[in-house]
């Protein structure tokens, strides 16, 4: 098992940048995939980003790509998300999740491992 906490949320200005972590227990973090996601009031939680256990594939939902950069240290149990650029349609409660699958997940049944979730509000 594996468990992780969100941290670095908070509000911020349109066209501003913050950084999420995502830190994990245990000593296998590298064997797990791991994922972004956010779920916005009244909507469904959505995909965000996605990278590997040794973090050399990434991918990203289509709204943020080229604004949004996750990575992960494995030797410190530990995955980001960097975000620059944001919008006030980025406003949203940010989830961590971990996946023994291989390769990159997009999709949210094969991730069994969830954070609490950290909010993240662009104003205007």
């Known amino acids: 098992q594996v468990q992780l906490v969100e941290s670095g949320g908070g509000l911020v200005q349109a066209g501003g940048s913050l950084r999420l972590s995502c830190a994990a227990s245990?000593?296998?973090?590298?064997?797990?995939?791991m994922g972004w996601f956010r779920q916005a009031p009244g909507k469904e939680r959505e995909f965000v980003a996605a990278?590997?256990?040794?973090?050399?594939?990434?991918n990203y939902a289509g709204s943020v790509k080229g604004r949004f950069t996750i990575s992960r240290e494995n030797a410190k149990n530990t995955m980001y998300l960097q975000m620059n650029s944001l919008k006030p349609e980025d406003t949203a409660v940010y989830y961590c999740?971990?996946?023994?699958?291989?390769?990159?997940?997009?999709?949210?049944?094969?991730?069994?491992?969830w954070g609490q979730g950290t909010q993240v509000t662009v104003s205007s």
């Open positions: 999740a971990a996946t023994q699958q291989v390769g990159v997940t997009t999709r949210e049944y094969p991730y069994a491992y």
């Open positions: 990278i590997s256990r040794s973090g050399g594939s990434m």
């Open positions: 245990g000593r296998t973090f590298s064997s797990y995939g």
